[in-house]
């Protein structure tokens, strides 16, 4: 089975570690998919890392921009962004 995860704030880390970890041992193939809205250390590589995650396939690279007030893309491209990771993999 294949299976994709789609994390980009810490709760969802939490989450998805143990879930991941138990699909993994089960053999089945996961897809992690990060949102990118967090992108320094402290708000998400250091939850792949302390939860022994492996490193995403994919990242939406959605951020944040002062100048959009907060938004990085226009509605709608986020969903694009995210079909356009999965196709890419399948």
Not at 12 to 38: D, M, N, S, Y
Not at 66 to 88: C, F, N, Q, V
Request: aromatic fraction near 8%.
């Amino acid at each position: 089975m294949k299976v994709i995860t789609i994390v980009g704030a810490r709760p969802q880390f939490i989450k998805a570690a143990p879930v991941g970890k138990a699909l993994r041992e089960a053999g089945h193939q996961e897809f992690i998919l990060h949102t990118g809205q967090h992108y320094d250390y402290g708000m998400s590589q250091v939850f792949f890392e302390g939860l022994n995650m492996p490193e995403p396939d994919g990242n939406l690279r959605v951020g944040s921009s002062r100048t959009t007030g907060g938004i990085s893309s226009a509605p709608g491209d986020d969903r694009k962004k995210t079909g356009s990771a999965l196709y890419a993999e399948d």
